[in-house]
């Protein structure tokens, strides 16, 4: 049986892209939560550093993560991305030991 797949990816503002970035996953978010395999997609800011978005990500198996990674709002945030981010964006990609 195929293992649900959760990523937590993290993405930093370059000074002044703060609300544009905030902007984008917001409404890249609310796509990404109708793909087909999306089980749960979490859009959080650091309360602490401003312009530091976490995403908590679970997907119902590698496929749907291809699909989504292919995805047209993935394919044209590209780019915007490219512009906005302070870095590269990270991704711990997890399995579950205990849900209780």
Do not use: N
Not at 3 to 27: C, F, M, N, W
């Amino acid at each position: 049986m195929p293992e649900d797949l959760y990523i937590v990816a993290t993405l930093s503002a370059k000074p002044g892209q703060e609300d544009a970035l905030r902007d984008l996953l917001v409404t890249a978010t609310k796509t990404f939560r109708q793909e087909d395999g999306c089980l749960s997609y979490a859009l959080h800011e650091d309360l602490k550093r401003p312009g530091r978005f976490i995403t908590y990500e679970a997907w119902r198996d590698e496929a749907a993560l291809a699909a989504h990674m292919k995805s047209p709002t993935m394919i044209a945030a590209g780019p915007q991305l490219e512009k906005m981010l302070d870095g590269e964006m990270t991704q711990d990609f997890l399995k579950t030991l205990l849900s209780l």
